[in-house]
């Protein structure tokens, strides 16, 4: 089914990407990153002594704070906190720098649809930026479904309005995976065919999520391209910084 989209983009089309690191002096890492009009800044701050409230002997700790644009922090700012911690806690190699915690912040500069989805992308890129061990790099996307079964990616924040249901992927990238040899395979199935996260919001069938999954899946391979140029110079195989 063909679909009419405001900005004229195909129901498969990202909206313009752009990422930039290294904009914060006084934190480890930071970075911007923006789909369209979304953009989104991300600090890394730590490893850090770790306080008594999530001391942990075997294990490092992963805070998340977000700051909306404007107003307090509400109960969808909380959801986000906790869906991004669980999400970092899941790529991040936690045993490295045991008792310790990073903070990552996350400030809104602008929400035009798909803020979670940017808000990941972003904290992924700042955690490189402030060589936190990682397991492997991830990219996130916002993939909505229409009443009339249609699903299209990366909405604005009007398309995400008009959709009954809505669900944020995030796929991780294989390719740069720092495991062992024969670790990326899980149940003999390759890192890429996974899934790290999956929230849906809205009534959603089976046949509709696995429509979905196949649609962002898809798309998260132009993500995890663009992630990775947009990295290049942090990562341990480059040698460009260098004494």
């Not at 002594?49 to 404007?70: F, M, Q």
């Not at 397991?135 to 990616?153: F, P, R, T």
């Not at 996974?194 to 999954?213: E, N, Q, R, W």
Request: glycine content about 6%; charged content about 20%; some cysteine.
């Amino acid at each position: 089914m063909e679909v009419d989209r405001a900005d004229g983009r195909n129901p498969n089309q990202l909206r313009p990407l752009a990422c930039a690191c290294s904009i914060l002096h006084r934190a480890h890492g930071s970075a911007s990153w923006s789909q369209g009009d979304t953009k989104v800044l991300a600090a890394v701050y730590g490893p850090k002594a770790g306080t008594k409230k999530n001391e942990n002997p075997e294990k490092a700790s992963i805070e998340v704070i977000w700051k909306p644009r404007t107003g307090q922090i509400g109960k969808p700012e909380k959801e986000y906190e906790m869906i991004l911690k669980r999400t970092l806690q899941s790529i991040c190699i936690l045993t490295i720098n045991p008792n310790t915690t990073t903070s990552v912040i996350i400030q809104v500069v602008h929400d035009d649809g798909a803020l979670l989805p940017c808000a990941i992308n972003a904290a992924c890129a700042a955690l490189v930026d402030a060589g936190i061990p990682m397991k492997h790099l991830a990219v996130a996307i916002c993939c909505c479904l229409a009443e009339s079964g249609y699903c299209i990616l990366d909405p604005t924040k009007l398309e995400e309005q008009k959709m009954k249901a809505f669900a944020y992927l995030v796929f991780p990238n294989s390719i740069l995976s720092v495991l062992p040899e024969g670790s990326s395979l899980v149940q003999g199935e390759p890192m890429e065919h996974g899934i790290i996260t999956s929230v849906t919001h809205g009534a959603m069938s089976v046949d509709d999520y696995f429509h979905c999954l196949e649609r962002g899946r898809a798309a998260s391979a132009k993500l995890s391209d663009f992630l990775r140029r947009s990295l290049q110079s942090k990562l341990p195989g480059d040698l460009s910084k260098a004494g």
